[in-house]
């Protein structure tokens, strides 16, 4: 049970390249969300899925897509990589419902874009 | 507005100390979920306690203790005679629904 992986887990980008982040659960939760996190800005929501199919944007949308092709799988793309887009990345899922409801994370990816 | 506001940015304290860190929230719905997460020097974030609104009871765990105030829309957390692997970033949350609201963490260092 590996929970919530990332990948890959650090990234060099020059401006105006793209990528795609992967996260990846094995826990069959609904919903997964990806973030990032500034110093001292916390976590910030980036998009989020509540299920296979569906995305919804967050806090700070601009400027990333994503996709919810599968369950387990929720990706997260940059087109056009700018220096402000550098980051700790997070991705977490969670079930549906509650009481468990809290949000397990990944390991993060740090990204830095010159 | 949904708002999660954690006062304190940085906070040290000598090993064995005991430390409240403050998290007061804000929302009008009558039905969320507070949660508490540590993130250690090593980057992983890490669950440590969930409460629902409509459960005021106040948790200890170990070392740990929450306190649940609806009244003051405030839910801190005390840490007893800490230790200097509690040093950490510590993020209070607030979820409504589908979306979950972070504070900007509270810094906390344990000093030996």
């Known amino acids: 049970n590996a929970g919530v992986t990332q990948t890959p887990k650090f990234r060099v980008l020059k401006t105006g390249q793209s990528m795609t982040l992967l996260c990846a659960q094995d826990m069959n939760h609904e919903y997964m969300y990806w973030y990032r996190q500034d110093p001292g800005m916390g976590l910030r929501l980036i998009h989020y899925s509540v299920g296979e199919g569906t995305t919804a944007k967050g806090e700070v949308p601009d400027g990333y897509n994503v996709s919810r092709l599968k369950k387990q799988n929720f990706l997260l793309g940059l087109e056009s990589a700018a220096p402000s887009q550098t980051s700790v990345y997070f991705c977490?899922?969670?079930?549906?419902?509650?009481?468990?409801?809290?949000?397990?994370f990944g390991p993060g990816t740090r990204l830095t874009v010159t | 507005a949904q708002k999660v506001t954690q006062a304190q940015t940085e906070i040290s304290v000598v090993e064995k100390e005991d430390v409240t860190l403050d998290c007061v929230y804000e929302?009008?719905?009558?039905?969320?979920?507070l949660f508490w997460y540590k993130q250690p020097p090593s980057g992983e974030l890490v669950f440590l306690i969930r409460?629902?609104?409509?459960?005021?009871q106040n948790e200890i765990s170990g070392r740990y203790s929450w306190n649940f105030q609806k009244s003051t829309s405030s839910f801190n957390f005390t840490i007893t005679a800490s230790q200097v692997v509690d040093s950490a970033v510590y993020f209070c949350?607030?979820?409504?629904?589908?979306?979950?609201?972070f504070g900007p963490g509270t810094s906390l260092s344990v000093i030996p």
């Open positions: 929302t009008r719905d009558t039905t969320y979920y």
């Open positions: 409460r629902n609104s409509f459960d005021e």
């Open positions: 949350a607030l979820r409504l629904y589908d979306k979950v609201i």
């Open positions: 977490a899922s969670s079930r549906t419902a509650p009481p468990t409801y809290e949000q397990y």
